[in-house]
């Protein structure tokens, strides 16, 4: 779930990005490295780590602050100028420039003259660095330098494979990943039903377990299942690809749009395997994903022992040997892919998932606010600005509540906590003949919930007229086998608790009337 903040030229900055800028800073990168490694501006990471310094918090400081505390403090800062001593120095470097196009002249010696006349100023490393950064020329041609465990490039062949349907014979195209590590060449593949982005995160997952670690940054070409919009500095990642990346603690480098440099290592490694994959696979017939990945993957691991050329070794004795230790470890857990819907608090304190059609509790006090639903298989959070309120395992019953006590108000819990057994306890704490009356109640409706309300009812006329004309009450209910709360009432308001019906009637005399045959009429 992502905060994000537009910054000054009106791009969005991605809040989990700086924050990894700020660690990589604190770990001794430079801010030359985190841009082209987080594909932000220059000035964009300068301004952040500026605000950082002025901040005077610690990186652990950073770390403890939600996304949005973290907008809050950044959000006071606005000075996008540049530090007079920077400023100073870049001054310095067009006179430099040209001094150094002189036979003899050095960086070393320039800077040498910079701290004579400024001894305040920045040393050798940080003054070749600015220099680097300001002397660079648009479009530069990159020599690509893979470090182990520094990127993993994924990318789709061109050419697609099938799969067959046993009774009719129809084929069904399916497409070929392919993801390789840039320092070993170590390479994986699978076939895939689609291009969309839940099976292109799910192959790239496989492919990390593939090689038992994360590397440093996931580079994928610029496919709109890896990103929503291009742009040179700050491309906009889809947010499941995010989130993908922060569950393994690494970074999508997306490639630069209509540059072939970017991705030559995996579009090479797609050629190679189309002649030792998809070459060995086309003529064959496979009637399901797992069958055709069983053969890719046999295939696959001949491919990663065969021998690099004019060289003693392979993609498989350079992954083992140098760069599987430099992989970060996998988490405990796979990803699960997160959907999101919104929605807005009812009057019960509940919000409806719409997909399922079903409903899960919020604090009361979000009553009537707009929330954010994020939700997986397992799993449904729900989000008010930012902030997490609430955590539900998911059910797939529609219309069916999921509550937090904790979350309804205290009238609500009451309510809430209802139930056959509480009031028929409740009621033989009274007496056993309110026990029995209220059980005859419950038993008398087709749903017991239906019956909470008159129980409720009847047994608060204790607190009204008193135990004793509850208890004969609802014994003279018993007696007449009539069951509910309006029977109860009647009987206390016409007094007919308080009649002995134990007494027996005096027998009343016939009167005498010419109509009235005697006994002896029937002798």
């Known amino acids: ?110 800077w040498e003259k910079y701290i004579a006349e400024n001894p305040d100023g920045f040393q050798i490393s940080q003054f ?42 129809e084929q069904q195209e399916v497409q070929f990943f392919v993801a390789i590590l840039g320092a070993s060449q170590y390479t994986y593949a699978e076939a895939s039903l689609s291009q969309k982005k839940q ?6 997952e496989n492919a990390l377990h593939y090689f038992g670690g994360v590397p440093a940054a996931i580079v994928p070409d610029n496919l709109k299942s890896a990103v929503i919009k291009s742009s040179r500095f700050e491309p906009t990642i889809n947010e499941t690809l995010a989130d993908f990346a922060e569950h393994y603690d690494t970074t999508i480098l997306p490639t630069r749009a209509y540059k072939p440099r970017d991705k030559a290592l995996v579009e090479g490694a797609v050629k190679i395997l189309y002649t030792r994959i998809y070459a060995n696979l086309k003529d064959n017939t496979f009637f399901s994903l797992s069958e055709l990945n069983h053969q890719i993957w046999e295939l696959l691991s001949t491919h990663n022992k065969r021998k690099l050329t004019a060289r003693p070794y392979s993609r498989a004795d350079l992954f083992l040997e140098d760069e599987k230790q430099a992989l970060l470890a996998l988490p405990q857990n796979r990803f699960e892919i997160k959907y999101q819907s919104f929605a807005t608090v009812m009057q019960n304190g509940h919000v409806q998932l719409s997909e399922d059609k079903n409903y899960y509790s919020v604090p009361y006090h979000y009553i009537k606010k707009k929330t954010k639903l994020l939700y997986t298989q397992n799993t449904v959070e729900i989000y008010h600005k930012y902030n997490r309120i609430a955590l539900h395992k998911r059910n797939f019953k529609p219309y069916i509540y999921t509550t937090i006590q904790s979350h309804l108000a205290s009238s609500h819990q009451f309510v809430a906590e209802w139930n056959a057994a509480r009031f028929i306890d409740w009621a033989n704490k009274i007496d056993p003949v309110v026990g029995s009356y209220i059980l005859q109640i419950i038993e008398s409706r087709n749903h017991p919930e239906q019956a909470y309300k008159s129980c409720l009812g009847i047994l608060n006329f204790e607190k009204k007229v008193g135990k004793e004309r509850l208890i004969r009450a609802c014994k003279r209910g018993l007696e007449y086998e009539i069951y509910g709360f309006k029977n109860i009432q009647k009987i206390l308001e016409n007094n007919l608790d308080s009649m002995n019906f134990d007494e027996p009637e005096p027998l009343q005399e016939l009167p005498i009337h010419g109509n009235i045959r005697g006994k002896n009429y029937f002798n």
């Open 199 to 204: 099976d292109f995160v799910q192959s790239i």
């Open 128 to 169: 070749r660095l600015h220099y680097k950064i300001w002397a660079k020329r648009a479009n530069p041609v990159m020599h690509m330098e893979h470090k182990s465990g520094d990127k993993m490039y994924v990318d789709y062949a061109g050419k697609t494979l099938f799969i067959s349907e046993k009774e009719s014979g």
């Open 1 to 110: 779930f992502l905060l994000k903040k537009a910054d000054m030229a009106n791009k969005v900055t991605d809040m989990s990005k700086i924050r990894k800028a700020l660690k990589m800073h604190h770990a001794g990168k430079s801010k030359l490295f985190i841009s082209s490694y987080l594909s932000l501006s220059r000035n964009t990471v300068k301004k952040y780590i500026s605000l950082f310094l002025v901040s005077g918090l610690s990186i652990e400081n950073i770390g403890e602050k939600t996304d949005s505390e973290l907008e809050a403090l950044f959000s006071h800062h606005s000075d996008e100028s540049i530090p007079p001593k920077l400023q100073k120095l870049q001054e310095y470097f067009p006179k430099m420039e040209r001094e150094l196009k002189k036979v003899g002249v050095t960086i070393h010696h320039q």
